[in-house]
């Protein structure tokens, strides 16, 4: 993801704005904090304990397993089974639209 931090297209787009997304591995020791922030995109771990999690200021956040997480981020898991798993608390997404925003930010590098 870093080096979407050499492009001039992500430099000048992203030079005034600010953006936080949490990904939450509910089985793994760390989640993962995205910070985009004067034109830079850092990428930090952090330990997977409630209290700091819940501490935490972000504009949007995933949280689920390991195996969920690559089946939805991998488009194998449809749009019904998604939202079966959010409706039984498996899934949490909160701040769908900044986690799209990351996603254009990604989608930088193939261009």
Known sequence: MEPVNELDKFKELYKDKTLSILYNLTD??????????????DISHIKN???ILENLQVDASMACSTELFFNFSSGTLSKFAALTKMLTGKLKIKGMKKMKELGDIMSLLSE
């Open 28 to 41: 793994q020791s760390y989640a993962t904090l995205i910070k985009v922030e004067n034109s830079k995109l």
């Open 49 to 51: 304990e409630r209290e």
